[in-house]
């Protein structure tokens, strides 16, 4: 620690604190829009001039194109993730809550999905975002569809759908909307919800 001239210790500058990660979730967020726009190919320069850096800020951040793809996944999924309990608060009703949610995530799945298919080539590292998505997600929806069939009344029956099998039910019917412009995943999953939630 520096001393000055009286023999008194100095405290260091200070730095601003969270900069860095700020500038990479906005990095994180200008690449994940990029890549829906133009696909996990585009060019580097293109995600710098979104994010306002210069390209080198990207490689620093992320030196191969396949660790952004990665962080760009997971900062998408730890959104959706993180959109649960607020939208639990927030929401007039706890069914208000799951079907917002739902919709975020069929966003998610229909624009964003498609960068863990940029990993193919990389068995244990798509293995990994699997897991790590089925992790994050899945005690959210079970937590938000609790919320929702408490809201709605006791039942007897046996519930229609656990959180695991709501999100692979989204999932399915989110397949049609890659391949046919005219299919509305979006109606098709709140007709799910609807019958989730019915006792």
Not at 43 to 59: D, H, L, M, Q, S
Not at 152 to 179: F, H, M, Q, R, W
Request: proline fraction near 6%; charge should be negative; charged fraction near 20%.
């Amino acid at each position: 620690m520096p001393d000055t001239q009286d023999g008194k210790a100095t405290a260091a500058p200070s730095r601003p604190v969270g900069r860095p990660r700020r500038s990479q979730q906005a990095l994180l967020d200008a690449a994940a829009e990029v890549f829906v726009e133009s696909g996990v190919d585009a060019p580097v320069r293109e995600i710098a001039t979104k994010a306002g850096v210069g390209v080198g800020t990207v490689y620093r951040h992320f030196p191969t194109r396949s660790e952004l793809v990665v962080a760009v996944y997971r900062h998408q999924v730890e959104a959706c993730a993180e959109a649960g309990p607020r939208l639990l608060v927030e929401s007039a009703t706890p069914e208000d809550a799951l079907r917002t949610w739902v919709a975020l995530f069929v966003d998610f799945l229909v624009t964003k999905h498609g960068l863990a298919d940029a990993l193919h080539g990389d068995a244990a590292g798509s293995d990994a975002l699997h897991a790590y998505f089925v992790g994050r997600l899945v005690p959210v929806s079970s937590s938000l569809l609790a919320a929702a069939r408490a809201d709605v009344g006791p039942t007897n029956d046996e519930p229609a759908l656990d959180g695991y099998n709501l999100l692979k039910g989204v999932g399915n019917l989110c397949i049609g909307a890659a391949s046919d412009s005219g299919y509305d995943a979006d109606r098709l999953v709140q007709a799910l919800i609807s019958g989730a939630l019915t006792p």
